[in-house]
Structures are given as C-alpha cells and as structure tokens.
C-alpha cells in the first residue's frame, strides 16, 4: 500500500501544493532581515549626514568668531567687525550665505577699548537637522534630539 512521494503529492490538490512550498522556503527571509535592519541603515545614513553639516558649521562658526576678533584687534569699529564676520561665510552678503544669518548670535565686548586689553567675539548659531534624524530615533525607541546651538568664542588684544 505504500506508494512512492511522487505518488502521493499528486494526489494533494495544487493549491495546498504551492502553499507547502512557500511555506518550506525561505523566500520571504531576505525581506524580513531588510525590515528589521534598514531602522539602523537610515538612523546611521542621516546621522552621517548631519554630523557632516553640524563639523561645517562649527568650522565656519570658529573662523568667523576669529575673523570678528581679529577685525576688532586691530581697531575696527562694530560695523566693520559685522561686516568681516559676514563676509568670512558670505560671498556677497546678504545673497549668498552658506549659513542662515538670522540664527546667529553676535556679542562683541570691549570693541575699541584700550590698546593691550582683550577684545572678544562670541557667535551662537542655531543648527538645525536637514534629515529626520531625531524622529527615527524617536521611532526605534529612544529619545528625539533637539538642534543644538553651536557657539565659538575668540579673543585677542587690542593694537
């Protein structure tokens, strides 16, 4: 009475024929590994690059505070101190910036004072993340991230 496999399967009806070969593949597998690793993929892609965006503007925060302090240094006065400061991260100013002037932050102190003493920029900038970085953290499971404000300080004497 027993018959060979080949025998036997025949007589199942197509339809459960193909349900027990999926379900003995591993055709889905490949789909499932994807949807568990891409969360991790794009949280260390955006990452990337904001971090890549928040290194720059630190950098053009730094050289603009050194730039203001080295126009104040040397005598200038508050405007031209502005207008150095801008123009270390503006090409012509106000058309083609690399960063937004509006979340900038400037405090000059002792602009003009006397010869040997300290004069000191201090610039804040409000950074702001170009990628859904934060939600998809948030998403995963942990906590948002909040923009950061990048601030730099330089000072130097007076001549």
């Known amino acids: 009475m027993n018959q060979p496999a080949a025998i036997q399967l025949s007589a199942v009806p197509a339809r459960r024929r193909r349900y027990w070969g999926w379900r003995n593949s591993e055709l889905g597998?490949?789909?499932?590994?994807?949807?568990?690793i891409?969360?991790?993929m794009l949280?260390?892609?955006?990452?990337?690059?904001?971090?890549g965006r928040g290194f720059y503007t630190w950098l053009v925060v730094t050289n603009a505070a050194r730039e203001g302090a080295r126009a104040a240094a040397v005598q200038s006065d508050n405007s031209t101190i502005d207008s150095k400061i801008?123009?270390?991260?503006?090409?012509?100013?106000?058309?083609?910036?690399?960063?937004?002037?509006?979340?900038?932050t400037i405090t000059k102190t002792n602009v003009q004072g006397a010869r040997g003493s300290e004069a000191?920029?201090?610039?804040?900038?409000?950074?702001v993340f170009v990628t859904p970085v934060g939600s998809i953290l948030q998403l995963i499971g942990g906590s948002n991230l909040a923009a950061p404000a990048i601030s730099s300080h330089s000072a130097m004497r007076l001549e």
């Open 29 to 36: 597998q490949s789909l499932v590994e994807f949807s568990l």
């Open 38 to 40: 891409l969360p991790l």
């Open 43 to 51: 949280v260390m892609l955006f990452a990337l690059v904001d971090f």
């Open 86 to 104: 801008y123009a270390s991260f503006c090409n012509p100013y106000p058309s083609n910036c690399s960063l937004d002037p509006t979340k900038m």
């Open 120 to 127: 000191t920029v201090d610039i804040s900038y409000t950074f």
